[in-house]
């Protein structure tokens, strides 16, 4: 299957840009006659050979260096022959717009253009639920929703609109999706998941083909399945721990959405800084070059994490050994963010010394430049800025909506949903008017945020339309006003944002204080109470069930919280279903399908309409 689904247009500006290196002197060290690995018209694998050919070492290390973006410029990507740049969560350059990204951009890639051999650079980011580093952009629901959603031909979309408002700033490589399979709800990345089966992840596994083109939009990103392998099955849900299993339930759980995303053709995989029965997968060998690219074939760039060959002797910092190791086992680009300098230094003594076969450095670069032939970057370097009025639109905001309606999951409705338009309702909760907590992590920064971060639509002002004009809407967060003159009341409540090992919960995974003291208000007022969950992860709702008279997991849906309203008022009829078994309580984890527990609500519950 086509890796990308590369414009077959030439521009009549590259066929030029090939006649003018043969004129005007092609690049040094050329051979005799045309540049072949400028000619588009050649086969990638010519154009590569071609290319590897002329590459000196210090262009072949530079190509594997990835630093981030606020320790590189222009001129040193130039000097350095860096071959890709990042921006880790919330990096962004100011003003942080569509224009703003797509300047910074192109700066870094005329610096790589002006390297004798004009490779240009690839841009990284994390767009996991949408461009979220970018204000503006659409947000779409984190992972756990759409496994909720059941729905692959959504995820295909969602990938396809990323990759269309990630073109507009130029970013061409996406650290996403996260293909993890969750096993324990502790674990401050559950939210990244799909889902608690190794069918779940597999199946959205469509995303990559929306973002690689495949989607049938005209725009074209480098996607990444991460974290290989074994990221969501650690002890205790230790993000970054170590994941003591055997190598029976590590292939029969963790490996297969990375199979299939090898399948669909996925460009890049990202290492997991967690362990396999105490090896860092950093340096694991066996599992990186063995398991990934020789049994499962997979052709494109193994990526690693950020400083993650810092951990490998479990010491601060990287050495020698340590850069030897990861590029021995099989990572073929360092994300290296700070001391990128000191990285090439030591990877070229490796290299000279014998340490690192050059046979290694080349395979690298090999894999790392036919991913950028097939993005055309050689023939489209710059940002295609036509992508900007995209960005945030409103078909892509639709989208959203439609998958945010998808992934919400009603587990209780005691009469009380759907709400009905006119009546008068009571709206309380912290998470119900914030754009910002309905979003969570990775969003805009990297921990995510309260308050309006970016442009969006509030559960509330969903609420609000939802309800229409003659509807009598009061809202408070703190359930402070609510009387029986009310007909419902929606509490809107969660947990606060939060991205990786700073959402790793030991505590009960209960709500808080103040979300419970606000829905006792409402019921000591004895108005039927719904309860919509703005979370992560299944919470510890079962002491408090009883008492409420519906209970609805939104997880984290985003800019448009239009579509949670949607559901709460039957205008899109409830079709989630659990993407990971919900516990009695915080004690049952890690609880899955099948473990013998008996949960609060098994995977794949979920009610609609019909079942009242
Ligand atoms: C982070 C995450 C990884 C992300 C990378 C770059 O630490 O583990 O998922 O892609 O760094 O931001």
């Known amino acids: 299957m086509c890796c990308f ?5 030439f521009p009549a500006a590259a066929l030029l840009a090939v006649l003018a290196l043969t004129v005007a002197g092609a690049p040094a060290r050329a051979g005799a006659g045309a540049v072949r690995y400028l000619d588009p018209a050649l086969p990638v694998r010519d154009r590569v050979d071609d290319l590897l050919d002329r590459m000196t070492l210090d262009e072949k290390l530079g190509q594997m260096t990835q630093p981030e973006r606020r320790y590189v410029d222009a001129q040193e990507v130039t000097r350095y022959r860096i071959g890709s740049v990042l921006s880790s969560g919330g990096s962004a350059p100011s003003p942080n717009s569509a224009e703003g990204w797509a300047d910074m951009y192109d700066a870094l890639q005329r610096g790589a253009l002006a390297t004798p051999l004009r490779i240009p650079l690839m841009y990284g980011v994390d767009a996991v639920h949408g461009h979220n580093n970018v204000v503006g952009a659409t947000i779409f629901p984190h992972n756990i929703g759409i496994g909720a959603s059941r729905d692959p031909g959504l995820a295909r979309a969602i990938g396809a609109a990323t990759a269309e408002e990630m073109a507009a700033t130029g970013v061409n490589w996406d650290f996403a999706p996260c293909v993890c399979v969750v096993r324990n ?18 199946a959205m596994t469509t995303m990559i083909d929306g973002l690689q083109g495949d989607g049938g939009g005209g725009a074209a990103v480098l996607a990444t399945a991460k974290h290989f392998l074994g990221d969501g099955g650690t002890a205790g849900g230790d993000d970054q721990g170590d994941a003591r299993i055997s190598e ?43 398991l990934l690219k020789g049994e499962l074939g997979f052709a494109g760039i193994v990526v690693s994490d950020y400083n993650g060959i810092d951990q490998i002797d479990g010491r601060s910092g990287f050495t020698r050994a340590e850069v030897a190791a990861a590029v021995n086992a099989g990572i073929d680009v ?33 894999r790392i430049l036919t991913r950028k032939f097939a993005l055309d970057l050689f023939e489209r370097p710059l940002a295609d ?37 006119g009546e008068k309702i009571f709206v309380a909760g912290g998470h119900a008017n914030d754009v ?4 969570g992590g990775w969003t805009i920064t990297w921990q995510g945020a309260a308050g309006p971060t970016t442009p969006g639509t509030t559960i509330l002002q969903g609420i609000r339309r939802a309800a229409g004009p003659a509807a009598r809407v009061t809202y408070d967060r703190n359930g402070t006003g609510a009387d029986r003159s009310y007909d419902a009341a929606v509490a809107v409540v969660g947990e606060k944002p939060y991205a990786e090992y700073h959402g790793d919960r030991t505590d009960d995974l209960r709500l808080d204080r103040a979300d419970l003291e606000a829905i006792d208000r409402i019921r000591a ?31 984290l849906p985003g800019t448009e919280g239009a579509g949670v309203a949607d559901v709460l008022f039957g205008d899109a009829d409830p079709m989630g279903r659990l993407p990971v078994t919900w516990p009695r309580d915080g004690d049952q984890e890690p609880i899955n399908r099948g473990d013998g527990k008996q949960p609060l609500f098994p995977l794949g519950f979920g009610l609609t309409y019909d079942d009242r």
């Open 525 to 555: 007022a004895r108005v039927p109470v719904v309860v919509v969950l703005v979370s992560g992860r299944p919470l510890d709702v079962t002491a408090e069930l009883p008492k409420w008279d519906g209970l609805v997991a939104s997880w």
């Open 385 to 421: 800025r036509g992508y900007a009025r995209g960005l945030g639109g409103a078909a892509h905001r639709a989208l959203a909506r439609r998958a945010v309606a998808e992934s919400q999951v009603v587990l209780k409705n005691d009469r009380v949903l759907p709400l009905d338009e």
């Open 5 to 9: 689904r590369a414009r077959c247009r």
């Open 185 to 202: 709800d502790r674990w401050g990345r559950t939210y990244e998941s799909f889902g608690e089966i190794p069918a779940l992840p597999a």
């Open 334 to 366: 360092v994300m290296v963010p700070t001391r990128w300098k000191e990285f090439i230094a030591l990877l070229r003594e490796a290299v000279q010394d014998g340490e690192v076969p050059m046979a290694r450095i080349d395979d690298a670069n090999r």
């Open 436 to 439: 910002g907590l309905q979003s």
């Open 248 to 290: 029976e339930e590590l292939r029969e759980v963790h490996l297969p959405p990375f199979r299939e995303a090898v399948r669909r053709g996925v460009g890049s995989v990202m290492v997991s800084y967690s362990s396999w029965n105490g090896v860092k997968m950093h340096r694991n060998r066996e599992l990186i070059s063995g």
